[in-house]
Every structure is written in C-alpha cells, then in structure tokens.
C-alpha cells in the first residue's frame, strides 16, 4: 500500500507540474512552431538524462523509444492546438485522455466498461459545451487538442503495459524515461530536417529569444520535462492507468489557476460550470462502486 502510496504522489507532482506548462507554452507559441518548442525542450531533457544510458538493456530503449514517438505526435498535436486555442480550454480538452483511457481499453483490450464511463462521456460533452458557450465556437486547435488527448491516451496505457514488464526492477522505468526522451528529440530533430530550411529558421528564433522566454524554456526541459518523464514512468509502474487517470484528471484545475495567476486569462461562470463538470466526468469516469458484501 506504502508504495502504490509514493506512486500516486509521484504522479500528482507530475499532474501539478502539467498544469503549469500551458500558460508558459502558450507564451512561446507566439515566437517558436511546435518542432521548435519540442527540440529546445526535450533536448535539454535527453542531455540531462544522458547518464541513464548507462547499462540499459535493449528491451528497456525499446520501449522508450516507441513511447517517446507517441508522446511526440501527442505534444506536437497539443502544442499546434495552443495557436489556435486559450491554454484554459487547451487543458481542459487535453485532460480528456483520462476520459478516453477506459473507452480505449474497453473497444481495443476488450476491458468491461461500467455505467459510470457512459455517465462520464455525458457529463463531459454537457461540460465542453458550457464550457465553449463563453468563448469562441469550437475551432482547428480545438479539433487538435482533441487528436493529442487520443495519442496520449494511448500512451498512458503502452506506459502501463511497459511498466508491468518491468514492475520488479525499479530503475528500469527511470532508463526507459531517458529513452524516451532522447526519442522525442530524434523525432522532433528528424522533423526539423525535412522542413526547408527547420534547423537556420530555429537557430534564428532561439538567437532573439529574450531572457524570460529562456527561462520558461529552461523550466519546461529540465522540470517539465527531464524530471517529469522520470517521475511519470516510475509513478506508473507503481499505479496502474485506471488509478493513474483520476490524479491526471486534475490537471485542468491546476492549469486553470495558473492561467489565471500568469496570464490573466480568466473565464466566466458558464465556462466554470462547464469545467466543473469535466473534472467531474473525469473522476466519474475513474469511480469504482463498492461491492456490497455477501450477507450469507
């Protein structure tokens, strides 16, 4: 119990952190393309979590490279929403995926699906609809955002199965995550390559980036990101992704507040209303009934 105790904790560091991030990429957006914000990123990520390489085995950088491409296309799909979109609204469709985990795993695994995961889809399609009511009508980075919460609910549930097979070696999860990071950049780098001129066009915004930009680079690839993926494969090989949902479903409310603490951005009472009730739907989503117990 103590373990799956210090994994939930690990997870919701990692849920607070999240929340943190979309104001400070949504900042970004406005200078750097998604490749760029991802190779500057991650790069840090992969050169702090070089020593991992030491002694991995090939089935753990096997792993972490096929989960460090999905997360990839999922941060890529999110942080091309973030251009057209409010990081309040990008947030709150983003932490779908904890929404999208056991419908997944009920079409694809074959997993039963209780009443309360048909309650939760109501619930959070009542919610997006407040929450949109208030704000601009659905949009491109809308549609986006969603594609990125379908990726990586699919990467939750590859993390599961990664982590299962390394369940009894706990620095296992800690190398895969330094795969996975180095993954991401080789994908962001072999992206950037294929673009006409992707490497002089960052090398030129990465010259005029002031110092506060710098900084929110910095927090992204070592806290955010580095430090992040650590905690996540390891939180996750502790909790499974049923459970590892529910702390991953708070992730709007915290990137709510400091939205509103950073930026300002605010939103109104339908808005809130509609927000609630996707953070409802998401915990609903993740509610098991107790069993009544036997009386014979």
Known sequence: ???????????????????????????????????QIIWLRFGMAALVLL???????????????GLGVLNFVAFWLQIEGLH?????????????????VPLIAWLVLHRKT????????????VGMCLMFFEDAP??????????????????ILTMEAAALRNQSAPLRATRMAAALASSMFACTTLALLVQPHGMQQL?????????????????????????????????????????SAIVFGLEPVFAAITAWWLIDER???????????IVLALICSQWTPAHRSDPH
């Open 84 to 100: 057209h979109t409010t990081s309040n609204r990008n947030a709150f469709v983003t932490g779908l995926n904890v929404l999208i």
């Open 267 to 277: 939103m109104g009472p339908v808005a809130m209303l509609g927000a609630a009730l």
């Open 114 to 125: 209780s009443w309360n995961i048909w309650a939760a889809c109501a619930l959070a399609v």
């Open 1 to 35: 119990m103590r373990t799956q105790q210090l994994g939930l904790l690990a997870l919701l560091l990692v849920t607070a952190v999240w929340g943190t991030t979309f104001p400070a990429m949504k900042q970004l957006t406005s200078d750097l393309s998604a490749l």
């Open 51 to 65: 020593p991992l390489w030491w002694g991995m085995r090939r089935a753990e950088w096997r792993w972490g490279l």
């Open 203 to 243: 090398a030129v915004q990465a010259q005029s980036m002031q110092a506060p930009q710098w900084m929110a680079m910095v927090y992204l690839g070592l806290i955010a990101s580095a430090v992040v993926v650590v905690l996540q494969a390891w939180g996750q090989q502790r909790v499974d992704a049923m459970r």
């Open 138 to 155: 659905w949009n491109w980075g809308d549609t986006l955002t969603l594609c990125s919460a379908v990726v990586y609910a699919i990467y």
